[in-house]
Each structure stands twice: as structure tokens, then as C-alpha cells.
């Protein structure tokens, strides 16, 4: 990979910015960096320019700017807003697959208004994090002719706001979904099914999450499965699908490439980089993580699912 | 594979063989065969030549008879006892992962106490599917230095038996359980904690069934992992677990190798098998199966699992 010259083409990452106080069975964090922008801006970074869209408040800590703007983000598109920071409080029990929410205070995320600035409009790879559709689709009326933009949703926004959901579906390239909300919006507990009835919602990739089983991805005519890389602990998953979509994103921009075959690719690597962020709180480990570490998982990757003709 | 001579040695595998009455969303069947040895056996004789041994009542129908050793299933260690056959009812719901019981119905089967035919001592391959840890251990006290035992189990008896399960588990080659049995077990939710754990109890080879989110492989030195065959409808999840057991055990002692490689072939073509035994009730799907539909959903679990460097 590292051996051919590249498109390299910037990826846009609209979503949020937040601060984590986050407990698990391994410790305690307080008001760490997270969001959904975040993650997904940091693993994007790893093979792309990255532009980054979302909101701070007066108190965001100065050196998280200065880790983001150090890992080459370009932080045109983050507004500081009057009032405080996105804050989310949460904890992790036995079980790692379920978030419990303590508290979640939007302070200067209630009245986000994404702004892309002009210089952005015409960015070519696009990634709509988990945020209210209708402020998704502010953006997709934001941006010009994108080669590929990739949408995020959850249970929230599925329950409360379908209709609009599925109008971000009509207007994207590729959805990502996990499992259960995969299930919820398509009313199916056979993934496959969901997977073929969300293509025929309007994505031409249909990207389902499982967490520790790994990832589907539906195409018309390509169906690809991949199981997680294995862990025996997970310190903390917050934010793995936000690297996992943020990798993806960032690869198929490196290659400037939408072909089954990179698609899997990116697949892989999104599925590496979240491999290394559940290793830590917020973003420690992806932060310390190098290139070469990545490739050396995304080869053991291949190993462990290969078998003979 | 078929082009080539193989030395294709026997199985021997144990286990029940009942009378199944099964309500899914699809459908309702009553009394059809069922049980782990037949699911096995069946999956099995696709590669190898089957020794089968159970126990069947006087009321068990013939045609089941003939349909086993029409698939040249070795029944001489099938015994007839007086009384009735092993009947289980059962229904899965919306969620097909889930079984609920109705009623069991030991019958014969709990007085079995499995006699290994003198010419099947010396079998190679052995499949000890779920039956009471003691009967399994009394299996193993009648065979003659087997080259591979794959052993099943269950919840049932890792709460009432686990002393035994775990002597079991120290005595044969290879262990089988589903993902909740293996964090049972290993009072884990990490299955590739679960999966080391299990390593040390015994058994060179670990195999973590996962339902429709495919198998994992532990040894020493190998991990492998496979998604399942994408299926958007499961008709009747039953006996999937024994049919890819049979599989496996079938396929190892088709080439009469457990090398690393052999293993993670012999783990997609039992993955192959379960795909076809779920799209409909009983052995219905599976008795009409040919080995050639066989190859080709293993060709496409090449397809759907491979990307590039």
C-alpha cells in the first residue's frame, strides 16, 4: 500500500465533538475526548486529509484542539460556540456490547447547525456521523456533486424521526447501521434480509456492524462478511464503530476508490483501526498508533480467514 | 477434492437419535426424525463412512431406518430397546436463535448407555455428541487409541456436570460448544478468552459456534474465524450445531489429516452443511442434498470472505 503513489483525496467528517466521563470493568475516565467526529476524523486521518465539521464549546480543553490539528485535521469547519462542550456520561458493565447512558447533556450541540465552509463544498468523500438526519441532509444540501458519502444513524433517530432517516438513505451512497438498529428499521431478525431491504431503500452499500462478530456489506451485487479482530479484552468500545466508519471512509478516499474490491479492503482496515480503539479509553491508543501496526493486523487479518479451495 | 484418491477413514459418531415435533414461523412438523447423531451422521456420510450408535424404541418408523442406511450410515450400533423413542417438542419464535422447549421426552434414551460394537473400537474418528458427560467418558473407556475425538455439550450439563465435562474435555482432541456455553463456562463474555480458556483445559482444538455469526477455531497456534453461509430465511434452526459437527468430523476423516489447514476446511464445509440443514425441517433439506451444491456454497465462502492485500 505504502509502496504506490496515491489519489489521496480529502474526506469530509461531519458529527460530533464531545467530552466522555466513561466507566468500565478496566477504570474511569472524566471528560475525555470523544464524539463521533473524533474517532472517526483520527482513524480517516491515518490514510487521508481530513476535514472535520462539529462544535466545541467556550470550555473544550485547548490540547485536544492541539492533538487534533497535530494529527493534520483540518479544523476550519469546528465552531466554537458560547456555552459549554457536548457532554456524555456513561458506563460499560460485564457485558461490553451494551452501553448504559448515565447522562447526556447537549449544551452547544442542541443548537448545532453544521456549516460547511466553502472551501469543504466540493470535499469528495463524505461521512455523515450519527447526528439528527434532518441537520444530515443540511449537509447533503451543503455539498457539491461528492464521489461518495457514507450516512450514520442510531435507534433514536430511527424511533423518533424515520421518515427523515430514510431521506438521508435516498440521497447517500452508503449507510451504516448496526445490528440491532439494522434490525429495528427493517423489522427482521435475518440480517441478510435487512441488509437486501436497506439497499432497496437507496444506498448502493449497506455497511451492518456487529461489534465482536464483525461486519456485513451488502452491495447489489457483492456480499462480503468479516469477523472482528480478536481481542481477549475490550477496555472500553466506545467509539469503535465511529473508527471503523471513519476508516472506511478514509480508504476508500486514500485509493480514491469505490470498487467491491476496495470497499472489502476498507471494510478490513476500518475493522483494524476499531480492533486498536476498544484497546483503550477515548482515543489512547489510536493516538500512539502507527501505520505499521495497522498493516501488521490488517495482514493478520487475512490469515485468519483464509482456508484452501 | 474429488479428483483426487483420499484416504477417506470412518466415523464413528454417538449420540441421540429422537422423534421431533417443531413449531417455527414457517411451519409445524410432528414427529420427525431428529436428534444429534442423526444430524451428524447424515453430514458426515457426505464425506466418509458412518458409524452410527444410539438408541431407537420399538415405535421408531422404519422409513428412518431405510433413509439412514440408504446414506450407507453404518446402524449396528443403533440399539432397539423396549419402549418408546426420544421425542422432543419444541418451537422457536420471531428470534430463531432461541429454542423453547415444550417437552423432553427421554423414553429409551434414559436408560442408553452406549456399547461400542467390537469391529467400531478401533474407529479413527469419533464425534461424541451432546449426551451425558458419563455416557460420553463410557465411550471413550470402549475405543482403542482414536486418531481425533470432537466432543459436543451443553448447558444442561455444564450446570449439573461439570466435573465430568471437564474430564471429557481432558480426554479427547477437539471440543465443540456454542458461544453462551462457552462463556458459561469460562465465566467470560470474551469468546477469545473463552476460547484460550478452553485450550487449557485439554483440548488441542477449540471450535466456538456462533450461530449466524459463523465459527471460531482455537489451537495452540491458530485462531481462524468464518462467518456462516448468508441465508435470509431460516426455516428451522434445529440440529444446525450436530450438523456441522458432522461436518467437521466428516470432512477430517475424509483426508485422514488434522493438520491446521484440513481443520479450517473441514470447519466451512461443516459451516457449508448447517446452511442447507436450516432451510427447512428435519434432515428434509439435507437428504436431498448433493455433493455438488455442497462445493458450490464452499466456492462462495472463498468469495465472500476474501479481500486483498
Redesign the interface.
Given at each position: 500500500m505504502q509502496s504506490q503513489p496515491t489519489p489521496r483525496k480529502p474526506v469530509l467528517i461531519v458529527g460530533s465533538i464531545g467530552l466522555d466521563t466513561i466507566e468500565t470493568p478496566f477504570g474511569v475516565v472524566e471528560e475525555v475526548l470523544g464524539g463521533a467526529a473524533s474517532y472517526a476524523s483520527t482513524a480517516a486521518s491515518f490514510f487521508s486529509e481530513v476535514r472535520m465539521v462539529g462544535v466545541i464549546g467556550e470550555d473544550f480543553p485547548a490540547e485536544h484542539l492541539e492533538y487534533l490539528h497535530g494529527r493534520e485535521i483540518d479544523l476550519t469547519g469546528v465552531q466554537r460556540a458560547p456555552g459549554k462542550t457536548f457532554r456524555w456520561n456513561g458506563f460499560y458493565e460485564?457485558?461490553?456490547?451494551q452501553a448504559h447512558t448515565l447522562a447526556t447533556h447537549l449544551n452547544v450541540f442542541e443548537h448545532f447547525r453544521p456549516t460547511i465552509p466553502p472551501a469543504y463544498a466540493d470535499t469528495p468523500y463524505v461521512f455523515l456521523a450519527n447526528i439528527d438526519p434532518d441537520l444530515q441532509l443540511a449537509v447533503l444540501d451543503q455539498v457539491t456533486s461528492p464521489k461518495f458519502v457514507l450516512a450514520d444513524t442510531m435507534n433514536f433517530w430511527i424511533d423518533g424521526k424515520r421518515d427523515q432517516v430514510l431521506e438521508v438513505f435516498k440521497r447517500v451512497d452508503a449507510v451504516t447501521l448496526n445490528d440491532a438498529e439494522a434490525r429495528q428499521l427493517c423489522d427482521t431478525?435475518?440480517?441478510?434480509?435487512a441488509g437486501?431491504q436497506l439497499l432497496n431503500m437507496g444506498p448502493k452499500v449497506v455497511i451492518i456492524k456487529?461489534g465482536?462478530?464483525?461486519a456485513?456489506l451488502f452491495t447489489q451485487r457483492d456480499?462480503?462478511?468479516?469477523?472482528s479482530f480478536?481481542?481477549?479484552?475490550?477496555h472500553d468500545p466506545t467509539g469503535a464503530g465511529d473508527t471503523f466508519a471513519g476508516g472506511v471512509i478514509g480508504y476508500l478516499a486514500f485509493t480514491d476508490s469505490i470498487a467491491a474490491?476496495t470497499i472489502?479492503?476498507a471494510?478490513?482496515y476500518g475493522t483494524v483501526l476499531a480492533s486498536y480503539t476498544v484497546e483503550d479509553f477515548s482515543l489512547h491508543r489510536l493516538s500512539r498508533l502507527e501505520l505499521g501496526e495497522v498493516m501488521v493486523r490488517y495482514?493478520e487479518?487475512?490469515r485468519?480467514?483464509?482456508?484452501?479451495?
Open positions: 460485564f457485558d461490553m456490547n431478525t435475518s440480517l441478510v434480509n437486501r456487529k465482536e462478530h464483525g456485513l456480499y462480503f462478511a468479516t469477523p480478536p481481542l481477549e479484552e475490550v474490491e472489502r479492503k471494510i478490513v495482514a487479518m487475512r485468519i480467514t483464509a482456508f484452501a479451495e
